[in-house]
């Protein structure tokens, strides 16, 4: 039996991952979040080998009492406050995120965790200055707090592993997108509106581009690396290599989904909107070994999922 916690369990990718891992009858997962913006009806709460605990995982006396209470051999450490004009409305909140991660750290060293895997962003490369974007090259041009608490945990990690033996692995996550995100994010938003018939909004011209990661993809991916150790003390993209302009993206839900919703232009917001984001994901497809989910697929399977 391997026990696992998951910190941000009520978000996107942590609900998903739980779903997903707790398939096997082997894993016994804890979740725990504040759920400043998670959900607790994403959990999967009908399978007997998952349970959920409301914690702050910036607070050491809430997370110290689920970690001492469970004998861990592995930490997902995804909890953080994200959305863009979430973190660029709450810095302070953001900052705080700090305490989150050395707690975590401080806490797997001094008991039985084997590995702790690290949920950081795209955001760390900042704009950028060479496209596809590299794990071990590409210079981390980050300003924004999200981005610069992502770069800076990063470098909790690396430094834990040298001084303690810690084992990590960290995830720079590129938009990854499925049935449980919320409508705070593009593709989410977007589809949303869509089905709706409503209007769709864009920041600027939509000339800005992105990748969008099918969240089956980025599990799949995650569950390969926990079950054979790829890429142990290491840093992986994981995400999709297909880039697309925000305001193709929106006319292509619009005619997959068969909406008559209208694209409306708003001026672009002051900060936080990067020109381009695409990375590469050659480690990503060596652990994956299929090719990812096209981004036609991910819309339609999340459009018309029960959990949309």
């Known amino acids: 039996m391997r026990n696992i916690l998951i910190t941000g369990g009520a978000g996107n990718i942590g609900s998903s991952l739980a779903d997903r891992l707790s398939s096997d009858e082997n894993n016994f997962i ?9 959900v607790v009806k994403k959990i999967p709460l009908d399978r007997h080998n998952v349970i959920f605990i409301k914690c702050d995982v910036n607070n050491f006396r809430d997370i110290s009492s689920v970690i001492l209470s469970y004998k861990f051999d592995y930490i997902f450490h995804y909890a953080a406050v994200v959305g863009v004009k979430r973190t660029l409305d709450n810095p302070m909140m953001v900052l705080n995120d700090i305490e989150g991660i050395k707690n975590i750290l401080d806490l797997a060293k001094n008991t039985s965790v084997k590995k702790v895997f690290y949920s950081s962003s795209s955001e760390v490369y900042g704009e950028p200055v060479e496209i596809p974007q590299f794990e071990d090259t590409t210079p981390l041009n980050s300003r924004l707090p999200y981005a610069i608490i992502k770069n800076v945990g990063e470098s ?7 001084e303690y033996g810690l ?41 800005q581009t992105r990748t969008f990661c099918y969240i089956n993809d980025n599990l799949e991916t995650v569950e390969r690396i926990l079950n054979h150790g790829y890429y142990s003390n290491e840093v992986i ?26 694209i409306k232009h708003v001026d672009p917001l002051a900060e936080g909107d990067m020109t381009r984001r695409k990375p590469d994901i050659s480690k990503m497809k060596s652990v994956l ?20």
């Open 30 to 38: 804890v979740l725990v979040d504040n759920l400043l913006s998670g």
């Open 156 to 162: 909790f990690f690396r430094s834990y592993h040298r």
């Open 167 to 207: 084992d990590y692995t960290i995830f720079r996550f590129f938009n990854t997108y499925g049935p449980r995100q919320s409508t705070d994010f593009v593709i989410s938003k977007f589809i949303d509106f869509a089905l709706k018939n409503e209007d769709i909004t864009i920041y600027g011209d939509g000339m």
């Open 237 to 262: 993209n994981i995400g999709s290599d297909q880039e697309i302009t925000i305001l193709d993206l929106a006319k292509k839900i619009i005619k997959l989904l068969n909406s008559s919703s209208i």
């Open 289 to 308: 070994k299929r090719e990812l989910t096209s981004l036609e697929e991910g819309i339609l399977l999340t459009s018309k999922s029960e959990l949309f």
